[in-house]
């Protein structure tokens, strides 16, 4: 049985809550979207996290995803999700690509100055078969930076990001949806 979070899974007079559940008033309740599972022995009910029916990702989505790496001429993106599918987990279809010509429209001379590791950023799938990624779109880019020193999330100041604790300033290709968590 798939179920979304919130949905009524069982009763506490029958089962035990398991992982990725909640009791209240007599009713067991999922956390996260996915799939249940009961286990006879010890009758615990658990939501194992996941989907039934995984959104296929198309060219032309826009995913949200974190740099997990950076190269001379690629940054690495591990994607969490894409837009407009809020209530299901997406297929892990390992690291996608943004390639260095794919940042922005003007010349990238060095590929630390666009983005940085472990920073949220939204970009458009263009290749699907080999996972590549483009920001170059004014809406596209980074949406939130950690401070490559402190680890701190940076906040925007002009062109460029200030960390407020450590007051380092660093620069991204960021989205013109920078800090407003709008997807
Ligand atoms: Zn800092």
């Given amino acids: 049985m798939f179920v979304l979070p919130g949905d009524s899974i069982g009763a506490t007079e029958e089962f035990r809550a398991g992982t990725q559940t909640y009791e209240s008033a007599g009713n067991i309740y999922a956390t996260v979207a996915g799939t249940v599972k009961t286990d006879n022995r010890d009758r615990t009910i658990s939501v194992i996290p996941g989907t039934s029916t995984p959104p296929v990702l198309k060219r032309g989505d826009v995913v949200i995803g974190q740099v997990t790496g950076l190269r ?84 925007q100041n002009g062109s460029r990001l200030m960390c407020p604790e450590c007051r380092q300033v660093e620069t991204r290709k960021t989205s013109t949806d920078y800090g407003s968590g709008i997807i």
């Fill in 72 to 155: 001379d001429s690629l940054v690495l993106v591990a994607i969490a999700g894409v837009r407009g599918v809020t209530d299901r987990a997406i297929p892990d279809v390992g690291p996608a690509v943004i390639h260095v010509s794919n940042i922005k429209k003007a010349y990238v001379k060095d590929i630390s100055r666009e983005f940085g590791l472990f920073d949220i950023v939204k970009a458009r799938i263009t290749d699907l078969r080999n996972m590549r990624l483009d920001t170059s779109e004014p809406e596209l880019g980074v949406m939130k930076a950690l401070c490559s020193r402190c680890r701190t999330a940076m906040t």
